[in-house]
């Protein structure tokens, strides 16, 4: 499949297409598997976050107080295992589409999705945490997500 760069410098590759019959809508509850990298300019990578949760941060991971990719730098592959995170038993994470609950970037990311497809997303800082970045997140950090979209629902209340 052919990666998509956006003017902000996302980018996504479509691992599967989904069969299902919905995209992301504003205002509709998103269901997703995830497994979110910080991105180190090497072939090295670690885990940060995912809907796995025994697959937390900490153990046997690359500190964070390492050097994060350079805007002209292309982000490592990731390992193909990472790709069917569904295969871990997640719990899948779902939220509002378009209600700012996750980063910017990862709901710019997803926007055309189909149900059933896995797609990988490289958020630059700017559409991630930024310049402040978070207690397991440096500064201005590369991101990378794989994502598979389980479904749609209605609107949660």
């Not at 998103?30 to 300019?41: E, R």
């Not at 002209?72 to 990472?82: L, N």
Request: no cysteine.
């Amino acid at each position: 499949f052919k990666e998509v760069v956006t003017k902000k410098g996302l980018k996504w590759i479509d691992l599967r297409i989904g069969e299902g019959p919905q995209r992301p809508i504003k205002g509709r509850a998103v269901k997703i598997y995830y497994t979110g990298y910080l991105n180190y300019g090497t072939a090295e990578q670690s885990i940060f976050d995912s809907s796995d949760g025994e697959r937390k941060p900490g153990k046997d991971q690359k500190s964070f107080e390492v050097e994060t990719l350079r805007p002209h730098e292309k982000a490592p592959k990731m390992p193909q295992a990472s790709v069917g995170v569904s295969a871990h038993n997640n719990a899948p994470f779902s939220w509002i589409y378009g209600k700012t609950s996750v980063i910017q970037g990862l709901e710019l990311g997803m926007r055309g999705m189909l149900e059933g497809g896995h797609r990988r997303i490289t958020i630059p800082p700017k559409l991630a945490y930024g310049k402040a970045g978070t207690k397991r997140v440096p500064p201005n950090s590369v991101l990378t997500f794989d994502v598979e979209l389980l479904g749609i629902g209605s609107h949660r209340s």
